[in-house]
């Protein structure tokens, strides 16, 4: 490239480093900022922090490497035209580059969507919905591999990718590796649609208040804002080989961090309910709805299914407010028992039924009779109760 520089238009010697600079120390400290107040919010409020908070923690540290890569980037003339850029310097810059793919690009990216899939493994026990999001995890590491491999292999030897001044230095052909970087892309892009769109459907069959509903898709679908700036990235990377003047936007990598970091603050917003519930009317309990939680009927087998008692359990305290559907189930089903009792009109009988190894006791409350046909030995093993309502009480 530098061979090239009195084929250039001649042009004033300005700079754009400022807007980049800026542009990125802006996107780096927000993104910075929300994974603290995530961990914050895991850790101490909600105390349910795991895995994906970790991985989402070294995407965090590559997004700081990247920036600071860029300050070394803007030391050594970025954002300047390349005939202003010392040829020392501009293979300075060619390397921070080089690093800078490898760190955020490859790195930083797969540990962002391997964060999301774990996080999103919250949501539900379905079968089908943890199959693809395993996938997906496989999918995003294998992509990123590849995508590290084509900078690591792209010149022989490997210094050659980013000093052109290397004698005898092979290296495959420019268009063959934009071609391998638009496949990269368009892989990043369709997971960001994925991460953003599978919780849809989920969210919105969960038994919270619509308003609480409402703002989890809205905050998971700022990962749509990601989507726009990878296609803008593409753009960029389709007139690569024609553009001779690279370092004065640096627009691949400028596009390419801010789609990073845009995705590490769409990924972590969903986790700050609990700070911004009170301010959002994002309250604490929900009407009971006919749906269930994950699907038809879901609430009503509730204390009766041990996968969901299970999956209470690990919800407990949950950062999107999952904790809200026990309460509320319970809230539901206790005042229904109340107004049952209270309702003159809404007489029956109550059974609970003792089975053990060697008999059965049936007792019947109510005001009817107790009738015991052999005392239990051996241990309880199962004890149900059941609700026996007359039809004129509901006729």
Known sequence: MDTEKGNLPQVADDSHLGIILGIQTALTALSVTVICLRLYVRMKIVRSSGSDDWTMT???LCSIGGWILY?????HGVGHHIQYIDPLDSIKINQATFWQCIICSSAGI???KISI???LLRFSPARWYAISLWLSIGFVSAYSFMASMTFFLHCRPMKAHWDYQIEGAKCYSVHLFIVFALINTSFNIFTDVLFA??????????QMRRRVRLYLIGVFSLGYIAVGMGVVKAVFQLAFATNMDASYDDSILFWALAQFNTGIIAACVPSLRPLVGKVLKLSEYTESRSRGVYGSGAADRWPSSRNSRRLWSAHRGDQYALEELHSSDRSTRKDSNEAQSNNPAAYGSTATVIASGEGKRFEEEGGGRVDERQRTRGGILKTTQCTVVSARAVG
């Open 197 to 206: 769109t599978i919780p849809i459907p989920i969210v919105w069959n969960l």
């Open 71 to 75: 300050v070394y980037k803007g030391c």
């Open 117 to 119: 899939a774990l996080n």
């Open 58 to 60: 070294i995407a965090a």
């Open 110 to 112: 797969a540990f962002l």
